[in-house]
Each structure stands twice: as structure tokens, then as C-alpha cells.
């Protein structure tokens, strides 16, 4: 069993950090926030006071943070993993970031003798509780094939895609999908209900057809719920889509669906939704059209 460090326990972290320690793995843990450090101690952690002390404990050191610099600050800033190096540490980043900063980190890494993975995830919260998230990886053959027992503590597939950065090119087209899947399903949900058409009884009846969608599976009973709350959430979305676009213009690549969904995302979370859960992007279509799920059907011609 091997030893290893996660620092991040948000949503996806802290139940990241679950699974691998159900898998038998010695764990030591950092958050800026205390109260999720002191939950997982309470089930078997260490706790560490600096991404350094993390790192100089662990044969594996990951970070799962919200943006790209909070990652840099982490791995390189003072007290960072970087001044925590010793030999044969591999570092692994779940998080997801600009795929150059990916590069530039595992550069920076491999100066001090640290091999890097970009390792991002997706799944969800459903697939970090369940471990069943899919994992993209960038980095070096020889430190995937040491994680690789980890990353399936973690989930249900883990592939190598490419050099360092490529994990995050992956996630970046993922991302690319999930926007595309929101965005689709909350029109879908939006012209059933204004059409006086049940929207749950539409997503029964195509779920198992051509649109079939792990976002039409596990979405729409929360939405008729009432329950936006995340899950994934939709600053988050954001987040990932603006990178997608900086990435986009990096290599040339138009990108006009993509740019539309960012925009939604925009007016989500300007309109006050940053917290609530990706799917929550169906209340923009609701404030446009003045339809809402909770309402009784009223068929309109």
C-alpha cells in the first residue's frame, strides 16, 4: 500500500480521498479550509499543515484545486510541494488547468527530480463518492504505470493520453461535450414543459434512444426535484470553458458552440447561480422564456 498526500478536499477531493483510503492507503491530507481536514482525520488521515510537509511524507503527492493559479501557488509557492521534493515522488494533479501551466508545472518538477501527471477526472460528485470517474492523464509512461493502482481506487478508467499537458487537452474536450450536454438537455426540458408536454415523461421516452447522455441520466431527476445544488458547480463550468476558449485560440481552433454555452454560464453566474450545480444553467432558459419546471403544464399553441 503506498503512502500518499492530497491536498484540495473539496466536492471531489474529499471523496477522492475516501476511496483511496477504503483501498488500504495511507493518507495525509491539507486544506485551506479545516473543517474538511478534520472530518477525514476523524476517519484515519493524517493531517499536514503545508503542501511541503505533505510532500516530503508521501510517495505520491495530489492537488485537486479550483483554477490554475491556485494549482502554480501550491506546487511552487512558498511552503509549496516543489520544496517538499525527494527522490521518487511522483506528483499528480487532478485538477483542471490550462494544459501549458500543466507543462510548465511538470517541467519545473522534473528539475528536482519530481515526475508529474496531469490527471484530471470526470464523473461528477456521484462518480467521486462511487469511485467510478473517469481519469485523462498526461506525463511519463513509467510514473502512469506506478499510479495506476491508485487511479483505480479512484475510478473506472484511467488513460494515458499523451505527454504532459495531454490529460488536460482531454478534460478541455470533455468539457467541450458536458457544456454542449447541459445546454442541449435544459432546451429539451424547456420546450417539453412550455409545450404542455410532462419533461420527465420526454426524458423517459428518448433516454434510451440516439440522444442517450450520461447528463440525461443523472440530471433531470434532481432538476425535478428542485434540487440545484452541486454536484459540479456552474463557476466551475465556467471556469473550465473559458480555459477551453484560451486553449482554443492557442492553437486556432473555432470554437463557436463552446463560445455560446460560456456565455450561459456567464449569465448563470452573474445572475446570481455561481454555487448551484452545472445543470443549474436550465434557469437562464427559464428567466428568457418565463417558463419554469415546477409549474403545472399549460399547453400553448
Known sequence: ?????????????????????KAGHELVVHNRSQGAVQQLVSAGAQAASSPREVAQQVDFVFTNLPDTPDVEKVVLGENGIVQGAHADLI??????????????????????????????????????????????????QAAFD?????????????????DSGAGQIAKACNQIIVGAQMAS???????????????????DAIKGGAAQ????????PRLFAGNRQPGFKAHMQQKDLGIILETAKT?????????????????????????LD????????EKLTGIHLDEPLKPEA
Open 1 to 21: 500500500m503506498a503512502k500518499i498526500g492530497y491536498i484540495g478536499l473539496g466536492i471531489m477531493g474529499g471523496a477522492i480521498v475516501r476511496n483511496l483510503m
Open 91 to 140: 506528483y499528480i494533479d487532478n485538477s483542471t488547468i490550462k494544459p501549458e501551466t500543466a507543462r510548465m508545472l511538470a517541467a519545473k518538477l522534473a528539475d528536482v527530480g519530481i515526475a508529474a501527471l496531469d490527471a484530471p477526472v470526470s464523473g461528477g460528485d456521484v462518480g467521486a463518492r462511487n469511485g467510478t470517474l473517469t481519469i485523462m492523464v498526461g506525463g511519463p
Open 146 to 162: 506506478k499510479a495506476y493502482p491508485l487511479f483505480m481506487a479512484m475510478g473506472k478508467a484511467a488513460v494515458l493520453v499523451g
Open 185 to 203: 438537455m435544459a432546451e429539451a426540458l424547456i420546450m417539453a414543459q412550455k409545450a404542455g408536454v410532462d419533461p420527465a415523461r420526454v426524458v
Open 213 to 220: 447522455m450520461w447528463t440525461l441520466d443523472v440530471k433531470p
Open 251 to 275: 492553437y486556432g481552433v473555432p470554437l463557436p458552440v463552446t463560445a455560446v454555452i460560456q456565455q450561459l454560464y456567464t449569465a448563470l453566474v452573474e445572475s446570481g447561480g455561481r454555487d
Open 278 to 285: 452545472n445543470s443549474a444553467v436550465i434557469a437562464v432558459y
